[in-house]
């Protein structure tokens, strides 16, 4: 450490104002204060005196999506090699697919970051450590890795920096990036051969239990299997445990909100007992029991990671409560209505991404509405 | 007057026929017709077709529309300048139909529609019907090729990412159905972006375009 330590502050002088590489200084900036807490303070005004900054807090979601993602390295193995083989055999089998799937999304992602902090003379912003990590995490485990490097220069560039960087995003990267390699090379991010990595004898069969639910047949997997995560489907999203675990770092750091997670599984639990009661013939989703909905496809990793996004949510506390109802209501309707999308949790979610700033400012209205009456009323 | 004597091709005059290229582009600054930009941009050859049609109504209304400038009564304008554009487009929609019948078809109800493009509506009643014939032929031609640019911009991309053709060609090499079967960039495992092909990407292609000219144009840069 004190090595690095020696050589950052050598070239230093070359970054700094009148230095040699002045235009990369965001770049150095960046990187420095990524390896080493920054030894400056806030000189001036009132501030809060908190050792957490962007990159603590980013870091803390990137702990928190670990579990998740080691078990899905796992689980890859274990669904193309079938039974019979040893932890770190499946493990290392998985670990080769996925790991250059997270190099991608980062030397891509960050690439086009930097580029654009030096464009603008801005600090490097933190916020593509998670994003980074969460692209590979939601894509199917055979997407090839051109076309996830086109989906992540896709998110960054128009998701992110045509709005104007981290913090300023009306969408969530991750998402983007997601909702572009679905629609522009479908036959890769859909169907029932991409979930399970080619290259074992006894692959399993692939499909994803919402996959057969499309077909209009009851899956005949295990809720323990579902709830563990032996099944098909995107790196990152089959183990509910896995992610729990990670909703449990984050609550109990408080990153995430709590009120936006129990209202997705509210919303969506109670449009599943509605399809339940209501019940079909010809479509088997609407008897899929409304709890299992909560374990299978992207509902959990979804309303884990991707709704709390603290940017892209709604920002106020009856606004989170309205934002995620919608959310957990619309991926049910997604997924049991509309038979060209298995899996509704995506679209849902940028749905009300869309949709958070509108839902703040009609409860910041209807708040001074409120006290405005209070007002009178003690007037009078 | 000062009008008349102020040459064919003086600077004012060039200016109509540069300004809406780019400082003053009738898609990507003043965001008209925008609709026909997403509708019609999926291959080259009918966005082509398209922007020479809306070049003839635009350029014959501007004209006709300017000469009757003085005789319009200005309550009943609209109806005259629909009446004139209505029967520019039906003239267009039947050559269509003579002589180019699969493009007519690829365009379909689009042509119909030029009559509300906001383009010709926008020039005749802000242009034609306060300047003179010539005026009004340079501003319709500007205003046509301004779009047309865009509209040729946009297909391109289009089709070449979203087809891997141009013009119909596959200039990036056949896709068969197996890697051994394509060539071409095929054969290295490229593919097609069917995400180009849906109008969504159309509205984002404009919007990068938008982008692209506002961050080099400094006359358009706002505070």
């Known amino acids: 450490m004190n090595f690095l330590r020696k050589k950052l502050d050598k070239v230093k002088p070359l970054f700094e104002k009148g230095g040699k590489y002045e235009k990369f200084g965001p770049a150095y900036f960046g990187i420095d204060t990524f390896l080493f807490v920054p030894n400056h303070t806030t000189k001036r005004g009132a501030h809060i005196r908190d050792g957490i900054d962007l990159k603590r807090v980013m870091m803390v979601v990137v702990i928190a999506l670990l579990p998740a993602l080691f078990f899905g390295m796992w689980n890859i193995g274990f669904q193309a090699m079938g039974e019979g083989h040893s932890f770190w055999e499946y493990f290392s089998f998985g670990a080769l697919k996925v790991i250059p799937m997270i190099v991608v999304s980062y030397v891509v992602g960050l690439g086009i970051e930097f580029a654009y902090a030096i464009m603008r003379g801005h600090e490097v912003n933190e916020g593509y450590l998670v994003t980074g990590l969460l692209i590979p995490m939601i894509m199917p485990v055979e997407l090839p890795l051109w076309m996830l490097a086109v989906a992540v220069a896709f998110a960054v560039i128009i998701g992110k920096e045509a709005f104007g960087g981290t913090g300023m995003n009306i969408l969530n990267p991750a998402l983007v990036a997601r909702a572009f390699a679905l629609f522009s090379y479908a036959p890769h991010m859909s169907g029932n051969t991409v979930w399970v990595a080619n290259g074992g004898a006894d692959a399993a069969s692939g499909e994803t239990i919402l996959g057969v639910l499309g077909t209009n047949h009851m899956p005949t997997t295990s809720v323990y299997d579902m709830f563990m995560g032996y099944i098909p489907g995107s790196i990152g999203e089959t183990s509910v445990l896995m992610i729990l675990i990670g909703a449990a770092i984050l609550l109990f750091t408080g990153i995430a909100s709590w009120r936006v997670m129990l209202s997705i599984v509210l919303g969506a639990s109670l449009t599943g007992l509605f399809f339940n009661a209501i019940g079909s013939d010809t479509n088997a989703l609407f008897n899929f029991p409304w709890w299992k909905h909560l374990l299978v496809g992207g509902f959990a990793f979804g309303t884990v990671f991707m709704a709390t996004d603290p940017v892209t949510a709604a920002q106020t506390t009856k606004g989170k409560w309205i934002y995620g109802f919608l959310i957990g209501f619309l991926a049910i309707m997604i997924r049991v209505i509309n038979p060209t999308l298995p899996e509704g949790m995506m679209m849902a979610i940028l749905l009300m991404n869309v949709f958070a700033p509108t839902i703040d400012h009609y409860v910041i209205e209807s708040n001074i509405k409120k006290r405005k009456k209070r007002l009178q009323k003690v007037k009078a | ?223």
């Open chain 2, 1 to 223: 007057m000062a009008e008349e004597k102020e040459g064919l091709f003086s600077k004012k005059n060039i200016s109509l026929l540069t300004d809406p290229l780019n400082d003053d582009n009738p898609i990507t600054v003043q965001v008209l017709g925008i609709c026909s930009a997403l509708a019609i941009t999926v291959q080259l050859k009918p966005a082509i077709v398209m922007a020479l049609a809306v070049m003839f109504v635009l350029i014959f209304s501007n004209v006709i529309i300017s000469l009757l400038r003085n005789l319009i009564p200005s309550r009943i304008r609209i109806i005259v300048q629909l009446l004139i554009v209505a029967a520019l487009v039906i003239i267009v929609d039947q050559i269509l139909k003579a002589y180019a019948y699969d493009v007519s078809k690829e365009l379909s109800v689009f042509v119909g529609l030029i009559i509300t493009n906001c383009i010709i509506m926008g020039r005749l009643e802000a242009f034609a019907l306060g300047n003179g014939p010539w005026k009004a032929f340079l501003d319709a031609v500007g205003n046509a090729s301004g779009y047309a640019i865009i509209l040729v911009i946009i297909a391109f991309f289009r089709e070449l990412l979203g087809s891997g053709k141009l013009f119909g060609y596959e200039v990036l090499g056949h896709k068969g159905r197996t890697l051994a079967e394509s060539t071409g960039l095929y054969h290295y495992g490229y593919e097609n972006n069917g995400f180009m092909l849906l109008a969504p990407m159309a509205l984002i292609t404009v919007g990068v375009i938008i982008w692209v000219q506002r961050s080099r144009n400094t006359k358009l840069i706002e505070q």
